[in-house]
C-alpha cells in the first residue's frame, strides 16, 4: 500500500503545559512524600543531553562509534512556586513568614501533562503525561524590576538536573511519558488519581468532643434536611445543648508520586 500523508485526523502537534505536581523528597522515609499542586507554571524545557559519538579507528579505518551516557536535564519557568518548593531551591524557614537561603537542597519529582491537538479535535485530542524524577535545581537568577507603563510579572527560572531511577528490565530512568491517547482508559485513570489524587465519599457523624472542638476539627450543621451545610467550629469550649459533628471521608486517594515499576504493575494488569 502506498504511503499517505497528511490524513484527515492525523495532523498532529503538541502544545501547552498544565497540572503540574511537585513531590518532594523525605530523606527520613526514604520516599518522595505526598505531591501539592504547582500554579503558575509557563514552561518546562525538557533537554536531554549525552550520547554523543566518539570514533575508533582501526586497521586504518572507522571501526565503529563508542556513544557517551545519556543524561536528562530540565529547565522550569514560572511566575510562582508553592511553599514545599523552597526546600528545593536552598531555603529554610528561620520563622513564620521568614526565609533564609543557601541551604541544603533537597531531591524532587514533578508531573505534568502537555495538550496533544490534531486537525479534527484541535486541543481535545488528548494529552501527555510526563513525570520526571530524581531533580535537583541549580540556584538560579531572580531579576525585580520597578513597576513601569509595560507591567510585567517576574518569571522564576530553575535549571534541573536529574539522577535516574530503576526500571526492571530496562535501564534506569528520569523519565516517563504517558500518552492518552494509545493508552488503557480505564489504566490511565487509575495512574492520574494516584498521581494527582482523587476526592473520596465524605461523611458527617456526630461526635462527642472532649474540650475543644475547634481544635478537635470538629464541624457544625446549618440548613434543612437535604441542603445541609457543614462549617468548621470555632468554639474553643463546648456549648451546651449543641451538637458537633465529625468529618470522614473514605475511598480517596493520596496524591502520590508513581515510579516507573508501579506504573509498569498498572498497565500490566489484567
Not at 485530542?125 to 513525570?131: A, D, F, P, T, V
Amino acid at each position: 500500500m502506498k504511503l499517505k500523508w497528511d490524513e484527515t485526523g492525523e495532523r498532529l502537534y503538541e502544545t501547552g503545559v498544565d497540572s503540574c505536581a511537585l513531590y518532594v523528597y523525605d530523606n527520613d522515609a526514604k520516599a518522595y512524600g505526598t505531591g501539592v499542586a504547582w500554579n503558575g507554571i509557563s514552561k518546562v524545557t525538557e533537554k536531554p543531553t549525552g550520547a554523543e559519538a566518539k570514533a575508533i579507528y582501526a586497521d586504518n579505518i572507522k571501526y565503529l562509534n563508542l556513544f557517551s551516557a545519556e543524561e536528562f536535564e530540565a529547565t522550569i519557568n514560572a511566575y510562582m512556586y508553592p511553599d514545599e518548593f523552597k526546600q528545593c531551591d536552598g531555603s529554610a524557614d528561620l520563622g513564620t513568614g521568614v526565609s533564609i537561603g543557601q541551604q541544603a537542597r533537597k531531591t524532587f519529582a514533578l508531573a505534568y501533562k502537555t495538550i496533544l491537538g490534531n486537525d479534527t479535535e484541535n486541543n481535545d485530542y488528548g494529552y501527555k503525561l510526563h513525570i520526571i524524577y530524581g531533580c535537583m535545581c541549580q540556584p538560579s537568577q531572580k531579576e525585580y524590576s520597578t513597576v513601569n507603563d509595560s507591567p510585567e510579572a517576574n518569571d522564576f527560572s530553575w535549571e534541573i538536573k536529574t539522577t535516574p531511577v530503576n526500571v526492571e528490565g530496562f535501564k534506569p530512568t528520569a523519565t516517563v511519558i504517558i500518552d492518552s491517547t494509545k493508552t488503557d482508559e480505564t489504566k490511565l485513570q487509575t495512574i492520574i488519581d494516584k498521581l494527582y489524587g482523587k476526592n473520596g465519599t465524605v461523611s458527617y457523624t456526630v461526635a462527642t468532643p472532649s474540650s475543644n472542638p475547634k481544635a478537635e476539627g470538629l464541624y457544625e450543621r446549618s440548613g434543612s434536611a437535604g441542603s445541609y451545610v457543614y462549617t468548621l467550629t470555632e468554639d474553643t469550649t463546648i456549648e451546651s445543648g449543641k451538637t458537633y459533628y465529625e468529618k470522614t471521608e473514605t475511598g480517596g486517594e493520596t496524591p502520590t508520586l508513581l515510579l516507573p515499576d508501579d506504573i509498569k504493575d498498572i498497565l500490566d494488569a489484567a
